[in-house]
């Protein structure tokens, strides 16, 4: 006797949750690594601009106030680079490191300049209190420096590796750092590539 819809239902896989930021590049990530995944998830919005991550019930999921964060059942992940290390080893569909050692390494090495030393240093908090102390012409400027010097270490690292994606013909960690990155760049910071490009091969 074939199942009905409500025996299928029951055993459906329990919706992830995603509180994130639309405009969070670390939110991205995590959005970007659901998609690859073919993950379906509930999206629980949360407006940095207007304070909601300082809200009682979301400091509770992150004490430190800061998204993307992923609840799955009674788990719950709050750092962009946990969610994808969490999201590869439970559900390996589209893995996003290559079975290459070399290349599994420089994906993390690159995944790090992103979260390590570009993101941090061009985020709200950061930008708010240069704009603060200085104005809004030297919190772009910061941000514009800070990108470009990040992105100067990802072309040497990435050279000689790369092929249609950042390690090769696969997406991979390092394009899901990489992606939101470059797109905050352009559209959020007006950092012209081209000319950084030239810039830093002079």
Not at 1 to 21: G, R
Not at 69 to 91: G, N, Q, R, T
Not at 99 to 114: E, G, P, S, T, W
Not at 181 to 202: E, N, P, S, Y
């Amino acid at each position: 006797m074939a199942a009905n819809s409500s025996d299928c239902t029951d055993k459906e896989q329990p919706k992830l949750k995603l509180y994130s930021y639309w405009r969070s590049s670390c939110s991205w990530r995590a959005r970007i690594a659901l998609n690859l995944k073919g993950l379906s998830y509930e999206y629980k919005a949360v407006n940095l601009l207007k304070g909601e991550q300082f809200s009682p019930e979301f400091s509770k999921l992150n004490p430190i106030n800061y998204v993307p964060v992923l609840v799955d059942e009674d788990i719950v992940i709050a750092d962009s680079f946990a969610i994808l290390m969490y999201l590869d080893e439970k559900y390996p569909q589209h893995p996003l490191l290559p079975c290459d050692l070399q290349k599994k390494a420089i994906n993390f090495q690159a995944a790090n300049i992103v979260s390590s030393s570009i993101q941090p240093l061009q985020n709200l908090l950061v930008l708010n209190y240069i704009e603060e102390k200085l104005g809004s012409d030297e919190k772009i400027a910061w941000a514009q420096n800070q990108i470009g010097r990040g992105f100067s270490a990802l072309e040497k690292l990435l050279e000689g590796i790369s092929g249609r994606y950042a390690t090769g013909d696969e997406i991979y960690l390092a394009d899901v750092f990489l992606a939101p990155q470059i797109h905050a760049a352009i559209t959020r910071f007006k950092l012209d590539m081209v000319k950084g490009k030239r810039h830093r091969q002079g």
